[in-house]
């Protein structure tokens, strides 16, 4: 099993200081959650100076301390049972880990979107033993940004609010999905073409000579694969699900709580939202 908390050991050749000496570079205050959406590291980015793989570079390398890590816990926990009722439609990955993104932004909550595939494996328990694939390259005309989204904020590696908010042909799959994952901890594991693939796609890609192989996914997005080894490919175990995590890229909020709010749940903005979630709880911003 994996953690975070000391995420930043792991990283070869000293790549956490060179990210820290890139940010002062640039004059990028990387002291806060949101710090992508500040104007030093957009104009940054525009140079292709940075990008979003170094926020989550940050916020995965980030030492962080004890006492952070079980004010973090608790507000993340808190947070997900908040907004998990309020997603009241399918396919809402994307806008919902963009909002859950930002309140925990302005909660001081370090994360960064996670966006790739997910694959759900149901046990025999549930009577329909199978596999559903939520593949992050689509075939043309699917409408999908995305296979799947969800967050990464330290100490848990996957936090998850949507998986049983997915498209599933057979609907009665959801209620063996958990509506909340938080995990700490996963398994490393191996990828598969039907993980990375839609299936409607590779009779488009036989069609046109390319093979279902590693050299095929690069010729179809370049950097994918190498992205995929260094996010890793996580999974875990539930009552009647295994999950498998395919993060092939960071995903970054359409700016703060304010510029979304049109992404509204339960009817409601974001930041009413924040605002409602605060008034009922104890959670107070980490300073």
């Given at each position: 099993m994996e953690n975070l908390?000391?995420?930043h050991e792991e990283q070869p050749d000293n790549s956490f200081s060179?990210?820290?000496?890139?940010?002062?570079?640039?004059?990028?205050?990387?002291?806060s959650p949101g710090f992508h959406l500040h104007e030093p590291f957009m104009r940054a980015e525009q140079l292709g100076e940075v990008s979003p793989h170094d926020y989550a570079r940050y916020v995965i390398g980030?030492?962080?301390?004890?006492?952070?890590?079980?004010?973090?816990e608790?507000?993340?926990?808190?947070m997900v049972k908040y907004m998990e009722p309020k997603i009241m439609f399918n396919g809402a990955c994307v806008d919902a880990s963009m909002v859950l993104s930002s309140m925990l932004d302005e909660l001081g909550v370090w994360n960064y979107i996670a966006t790739g595939g997910m694959t759900i494996s149901f046990k025999p328990s549930t009577g329909t033993p199978g596999?559903?694939?939520?593949?992050?390259?689509?075939?043309p005309g699917n409408p999908a940004i995305t296979g799947h989204a969800w967050i990464v904020s330290p100490?848990?590696?996957?936090?998850?609010?949507?998986?049983?908010?997915?498209?599933?042909?057979?609907?009665?799959?959801k209620q063996y999905v958990p509506k909340i994952t938080l995990s700490k901890?996963?398994?490393?594991?191996?990828?598969?073409?039907?993980?990375?693939?839609?299936?409607?796609?590779?009779?488009?890609?036989?069609?046109?000579?390319?093979?279902?192989?590693?050299?095929?996914?690069e010729l179809i997005d370049p950097g994918l694969l190498s992205r995929l080894v260094e996010y890793g490919v996580r999974s875990i175990d539930d009552q009647h699900v295994s999950m498998k995590y395919l993060c092939t890229s960071p995903g970054l909020q359409d700016g703060n709580l304010d510029d979304m709010r049109k992404k509204k749940?339960?009817?409601s903005s974001p930041r009413d939202l924040l605002q409602d979630f605060l008034s009922q709880s104890n959670i107070r911003p980490i300073s």
């Open positions: 908390e000391h995420a060179r990210l820290l000496s890139q940010f002062d570079k640039y004059a990028i205050d990387y002291t980030k030492e962080y301390t004890p006492e952070y890590l079980n004010q973090a608790t507000i993340v926990s808190e596999i559903v694939h939520f593949a992050p390259l689509m075939a100490p848990f590696n996957i936090v998850d609010i949507t998986a049983s908010k997915q498209s599933y042909q057979n609907s009665q799959l901890t996963f398994t490393t594991s191996e990828w598969e073409i039907d993980d990375i693939v839609e299936n409607k796609l590779q009779p488009i890609l036989w069609a046109q000579g390319i093979s279902q192989t590693r050299e095929g996914i749940f339960s009817n």
